[in-house]
């Protein structure tokens, strides 16, 4: 569709593009193949400086780990490299390219610390870049309140961590979907996308405490938990709070109750630190350290995969990603490589994951897509600010969901600083929808480095957006440093600006194909028989009514079995298993579940421990061709269990 848009008396066109953050469905591409990692070669080196110069309190992003090339002889007599780690984590090794080289560094970094590194041979005009171990889930923070204790930010930053760490296992990755697929019944299509949404955010929000009675509170742009936390700080063998954090950061991911990613995934992400304790991966009162195994490094739509010490198999590779924008991916000696669309859509991002061979880590790559925004995350001030919520900052935020605000009156104003004087070859500026009308009259103005106006807009009337190129007579965007919006007598309320290099703008994206229909549980309501049951209240088609909060159970001497009949042969591609959820979970510990076909020949068999739910699909190798009869067996022990659940191919 497209739609007009007008600048003065000129009539521009430009696509009509959808800015919706919270769309519900995405493309999940799986690339054919695996890769290898290339091997870093380790360097030596000396350190020179090791020492905390950062704090929490301002706020971080965890992606804030830079290195750069420093010349300081009263240092060092040679250039050096020094690695700001303006973050929470610890690394225990360091990688780096220095001219497209890998190179590993056997040094520890601590949190807010910057390290001094001589190397051999290093050059001031060497290019090197740091790669980064863990990019896939950023709880980011703008900062602390002033009543947040030096106790409540550290335990914040436990917290933080420790998610990261649950998002880093593909076993996470497995269970996400599988809980969204087959247990709340959600097209695939919608999990890819909860999952990109969630793994991919890298919004900062403020953290507060005790803002209310509630376990935790939450909005779009600040969190808190409240009388949990003292306890955390307390004893922080506590688990509760890891459940917390992730049920807040989940409303301000956009997700309600009803999602399925505050309540119903806050179990998952409990249970996991459980496991992850008892693996000593999360130690109660010490930051987890990032000993990462393959890295990932992205240059002009190719990828490629480096590790320590071993070579690693890569292999699961998928691309997830919304609107069609990845138009192909291929592998090449052990490179990946994807073609993009270009397109100046907000908050579109491809996510790149892949599994480490025989290892239970996910190795993922955010990967922000189309053309550059120059204005992204530009300072910007103002003439005045009408409300405390309505901030400058957020006419570059990438955002279509909040907008700032001006005070009314003449001589309002709102000025873009893009840091540098730069070439521009487009500006957009997307108005409000409510109260739009306040645009009517405003002109916008292209300043150089001494604010002198190179370029000014006629006054503009009153539509959604507006797009300022070359295409309107007498456009100049060379060396603008600042962009400057001016009103008439009304408030100023916008909801983003976007500068672009580029004078002709792409295309709109492609639709999204139709989804599929959620998958079909055909065990539903079907006949169930037993070798005994333990009570009338206990029946055996509790095993298939579509509940979790009831259960068949059977007596518990001899060999015991319950088996499903699915009336026909079908071609199954999973299986969901929901062990009873109100104890005794260790009595499925040692039971076999297996796949019959009609002449009751086995096609596929498992042994089952005691967890408290199983998936069993194509990721995990399952697949059942004609299969008949579903059948769970255990001897001298009742089984109760609260649902099985088969889904077609």
Avoid at 506 to 519: D, I, K, S, Y
């Amino acid at each position: 569709m497209m739609r007009k848009f007008e600048v003065g008396t000129l009539l521009l066109t430009l696509p009509l593009f959808c800015f919706d953050a919270l769309a519900n469905s995405a493309n999940k591409l799986d690339v054919a193949g695996e890769i290898n990692t290339q091997v870093i070669d380790s360097v030596s080196f000396k350190t020179l400086s090791n020492r905390e110069i950062f704090t929490a309190r301002n706020g971080y992003k965890f992606s804030d780990i830079t290195v750069e090339i420093i010349t300081d002889t009263t240092i060092h007599p040679t250039p050096f490299l020094r690695i700001n780690n303006s973050t929470p984590r610890s690394l225990t090794q360091l990688a780096v390219l220095i001219n497209d080289t890998p190179r590993s560094i056997s040094q520890t970094i601590l949190p807010f610390h910057s390290i001094d590194v001589a190397l051999d041979e290093l050059s001031q005009t060497d290019v090197v870049v740091f790669l980064d171990p863990v990019t896939l889930y950023q709880p980011n923070v703008s900062r602390y309140t002033d009543d947040a204790t030096d106790e409540d930010i550290y335990s914040y930053t436990l917290m933080q961590t420790g998610l990261r760490t649950i998002y880093s296992k593909k076993q996470t990755k497995h269970d996400y979907f599988g809980y969204f697929k087959y247990i709340r019944g959600e097209a695939p299509e919608s999990a890819y996308d909860k999952w990109r949404r969630v793994v991919t955010t890298e919004e900062q929000l403020e953290y507060r405490v005790n803002q209310s009675g509630s376990a935790g509170v939450a909005s779009n742009t600040w969190l808190s938990i409240n009388w949990p936390l003292p306890r955390f700080n307390a004893d922080r063998s506590q688990i509760g709070v890891y459940r917390i954090l992730s049920h807040e950061r989940a409303h301000s991911n956009g997700f309600s109750h009803s999602s399925g990613m505050a309540y119903g995934w806050d179990d998952y992400v409990q249970n996991y630190v459980i496991d992850l304790r008892a693996n000593n991966e999360i130690v109660n009162d010490v930051m987890p350290l990032e000993d990462a195994k393959v890295y990932w490094y992205y240059n002009e739509g190719k990828f490629k995969a480096y590790s320590h010490d071993i070579i690693y198999t890569l292999e699961n590779i998928d691309l997830i990603y919304t609107n069609s924008i990845v138009r192909s991916a291929t592998i090449n000696n052990d490179e990946i490589n994807i073609d993009l669309l270009p397109h100046i859509d907000f908050n579109k991002k491809v996510l790149l994951s892949a599994d480490i061979q025989d290892e239970d880590q996910l190795i993922s790559y955010i990967l922000p897509t189309g053309l550059t925004n120059l204005a992204l995350h530009k300072p910007v001030t103002a003439s005045s600010q009408a409300e405390t919520n309505r901030p400058a900052s957020y006419l570059t935020d990438g955002k279509m969901s909040e907008h700032t605000a001006t005070s009314k009156g003449r001589d309002q104003w709102l000025e873009v600083d893009l840091e540098t004087a730069t070439n521009i070859g487009s500006v957009v500026l997307y108005n409000r929808s409510y109260k739009s009308s306040r645009a009517k009259g405003v002109t916008l103005s292209l300043l150089d480095e001494n604010k002198i106006e190179v370029w000014k807009s006629l006054p503009l009337v009153n539509q959604s957006q507006w797009v300022f190129n070359s295409t309107i007579s007498g456009f100049n965007g060379n060396d603008v440093r600042y962009i400057k919006i001016n009103n008439t007598n009304k408030h100023l309320t916008f909801m983003e600006l976007a500068v672009y290099k580029e004078d002709t703008l792409p295309g709109t994206l492609p639709e999204q194909p139709p989804l599929p229909a959620a998958p079909i549980n055909v065990a539903l309501n079907t006949t169930v028989t037993a070798s005994s049951i333990y009570s009338k209240g206990r029946p055996t088609s509790n095993l298939v009514d579509g509940k979790t909060n009831t259960m068949a159970v059977t007596q518990n001497q001899g060999l015991q079995w319950l088996e499903i009949d699915l009336e026909t042969e079908q071609n199954l591609g999973a299986i969901v298993l929901e062990n009873r959820h109100n104890g005794y979970q260790y009595r499925t510990i040692g039971a076999s579940l297996s796949v019959l076909d009609q002449d009751r020949n086995e096609i596929w068999s498992t042994i089952l421990d005691d967890s408290p739910r199983w998936f069993f699909d194509s990721d995990t190798g399952f697949s059942a061709v004609n299969a008949r009869y579903i059948r769970l067996e255990q001897t001298d022990q009742y089984i109760n269990v609260g649902e099985i659940r088969a889904y077609l191919q």
